[in-house]
């Protein structure tokens, strides 16, 4: 079910979003201030690639370089891709065969915001991680 979740993620929408965070990220590895943005934002490309199977998870040392990091992202970017994310999720979710993708621009709206300090993970490693974390 994922694989064809997947897919039509990828066909209604999922690759173009997927070229404008990798265009995002290349823009901001221009300057080197701001390569640990075009890192995660080609993080974020993958995982807009193929969101179905992939969940967010804590990564253990993040600190508060990440923070403020993820402040500064919110600032100036963070919020309008969250925006975005919502608009689309709400207007997937009109149709029965849409909420599945809606669920998935939902699921994009934390890493959207708050894109260091997170790792994408498969689904059932989530919990191992957190585990981990704690442990």
């Known amino acids: 079910m994922r694989l064809i979740l997947n897919v039509l993620w990828l066909v209604f ?4 979003m997927a070229l404008g965070y990798a265009l995002a990220g290349l823009i901001c590895c221009l300057l080197i201030v701001t390569i640990p943005f075009g890192i995660a934002a080609f993080r974020m490309a993958n995982y807009a690639l193929w ?7 804590p990564k253990p040392d993040a600190g508060v370089a990440s ?8 600032l100036v970017a ?6 975005g ?16 993708l ?10 959207s915001l708050t894109p260091l300090g997170h790792e994408i993970v498969p689904t ?6 957190v585990v981990v974390n704690r442990g």
């Open 102 to 111: 809606g669920v998935a621009h939902f699921k994009l709206i934390p890493v």
């Open 78 to 83: 963070g919020w309008w891709l969250a925006l």
């Open 124 to 129: 059932g490693e989530a919990n191992q991680v």
């Open 51 to 57: 969101p179905f199977g992939r969940t967010l998870a």
């Open 13 to 16: 929408g999922g690759l173009f």
């Open 85 to 100: 994310h919502l608009l689309s999720g709400l207007s997937l979710c009109i149709t029965i065969i849409g909420i599945p």
């Open 67 to 74: 923070a403020i990091g993820n402040v500064i992202w919110i």
